[in-house]
């Protein structure tokens, strides 16, 4: 089975004509592929998931409803991977901030900034906004959807706080609790507000220095260990 899209390879011993011929196999060519993935998010933008139709998808990508099967089982499978395309181009070098052996305030101040920045990014809301839509019927997706996204982050975060920890910078008790304490208090009032829709603009960034700051000395208030506390 292929664990990027679920679809059953067949066994091959030898190596294909096209491979040998340096084109890439059915399947395997990312041009392609990504052909699709930005037909479908026009797609999906104008038109929502749910409305959306692999024909309409097919159409605006120009390509045949054969070769867009060959890449994506179904449009369930297509959305994942477009959102999968977006989560690796969005969230690129977010977790550097977490690197190094910098002062642990400061450490966290720069990560909860680049985090809350690119949650609240129109990109990103309009993503969580179609993943909360459609997860009631198709809980899978929206399961996938946090394992290899906010799950995926919580574990670096936790990571870094454990070195902190094992350093003696930070004194926590519960650390994945603590890790998920920090993300809320980075994006505190900013978050809700943009992903329902009660405020129409992106947070300054300003404001988003603002949150992040007030938030990461409450949380070095509650686990800070000397001169961080």
Do not use: W
């Amino acid at each position: 089975m292929s664990a990027d899209t679920g679809l059953a390879l067949p066994a091959c011993t030898e190596t294909p004509d096209s491979l040998r011929r340096g084109r890439p196999a059915a399947g395997h060519d990312p041009v392609k592929r990504k052909q699709i993935i930005d037909g479908a998010r026009r797609i999906f933008i104008n038109m929502g998931f749910d409305a959306a139709s692999m024909n309409d998808i097919t159409r605006e990508a120009g390509v045949s409803k054969g070769t867009i099967y060959v890449y994506f089982a179904n449009k369930e499978e297509l959305f994942e991977a477009l959102i999968e395309d977006e989560r690796n181009t969005i969230f690129a070098n977010l977790y550097d901030a977490l690197e190094g052996d910098g002062d642990v305030r400061e450490t966290l101040i720069r990560y909860g900034i680049a985090l809350a920045r690119k949650i609240t990014s129109p990109t990103v809301l309009k993503a969580q906004r179609t993943v909360i839509s459609i997860c009631e019927r198709m809980p899978e997706i929206g399961v996938r959807f946090y394992e290899r996204g906010p799950k995926r982050g919580h574990d670096k975060l936790a990571a870094y706080l454990t070195r902190a920890v094992e350093k003696g910078l930070l004194s926590i008790p519960d650390i994945d609790l603590a890790a998920y304490q920090l993300g809320d208090l980075c994006m505190s009032r900013i978050f809700r507000q943009c992903l329902f829709g009660y405020r129409s603009t992106t947070p300054s960034e300003d404001e988003i220095g603002q949150v992040v700051t007030a938030g990461v000395d409450l949380f070095i208030k509650a686990y800070g260990v000397g001169r961080d506390r």
